[in-house]
């Protein structure tokens, strides 16, 4: 069981603006641990697509963007596009384990 | 350019052992930490094991703690991942990353399928 919880799925038109939130606990994104993002597209490996909660990797479009207000973390992705359907995973570190941790994952589909 | 190769599908049964290697090329191996992370079918992302070539150190997940071993190859540039006691729900693609400098998987290999079947 994953400690950082994000929606099963979001949806929206093309041209929307979808959320994706990660919600953890103050053992990790609440301690202060780096939140990290992932998108996974059908049969290929994860892409890094924010880290450190806010830095976008170069070649990464600024429709993508991150934040990390208390125990949760969000992932905004405004100006939707087919290309983005798939799925995206919070990355971040728990003390408790101590190690890393995954979110659930959510399921993004373009209407 | 920077890249990670990992090795191709393996067919285990159960009770056995299996070892996917790694390789990385176009950085510096061993100021990398590197990670291992597997998918089940169907399934989310889960994270299995962290290592640093240059220390050594080594850091496993709880659920698979006892059974996997990572282990660095410097001459090579070459990671290695060990799962042992092989179980069904042990079938999964398994990834190799690349760890940078604020613990985020920045490289991923291409993936190796393991399936453990009777």
């Known amino acids: 069981q994953s400690v950082l919880t994000q929606p099963p799925s979001v949806s929206g038109a093309p041209g929307q603006t979808v959320t994706i939130s990660c919600t953890g606990s103050n053992s990790n994104i609440g301690a202060r641990y780096f939140v990290h993002w992932y998108q996974q597209l059908p049969g290929t490996a994860p892409k890094l697509l924010i880290y450190?909660?806010?830095n976008r990797p170069s070649g990464v479009p600024d429709r993508f963007s991150g934040s990390e207000p208390g125990t949760s973390a969000s992932l905004a992705i405004t100006g939707l596009q087919a290309e983005d359907e798939g799925h995206y995973y919070c990355?971040?570190?728990?003390?408790?384990?101590?190690?890393?941790?995954f979110g659930t994952g959510t399921k993004v589909t373009v209407l | 350019q920077v890249q990670l190769v990992q090795s191709g599908a393996e067919v285990k049964k159960p009770g056995a052992s299996v070892k996917v290697s790694c390789i990385s090329s176009?950085?510096?191996?061993?100021?990398?930490?590197h990670a291992w992370v597997r998918q089940a079918p169907g399934q989310g992302l889960e994270y299995m094991g962290r290592v640093s070539p240059y220390s050594g150190y080594t850091n496993y997940a709880q659920k698979v703690q006892g059974r996997v071993t990572v282990t660095t190859d410097t001459s090579t540039n070459t990671v290695y991942m060990e799962l042992s006691s092989l179980r069904f729900d042990d079938t999964a693609v398994y990834y190799c990353a690349r760890v940078g400098r604020d613990d985020y998987m920045d490289v991923w290999g291409q993936g190796t399928t393991v399936t453990v079947s009777s």
């Open positions: 990355l971040s570190f728990d003390s408790n384990l101590p190690g890393f941790v």
């Open positions: 176009g950085f510096t191996f061993a100021t990398y930490d």
């Open positions: 450190s909660d806010a």
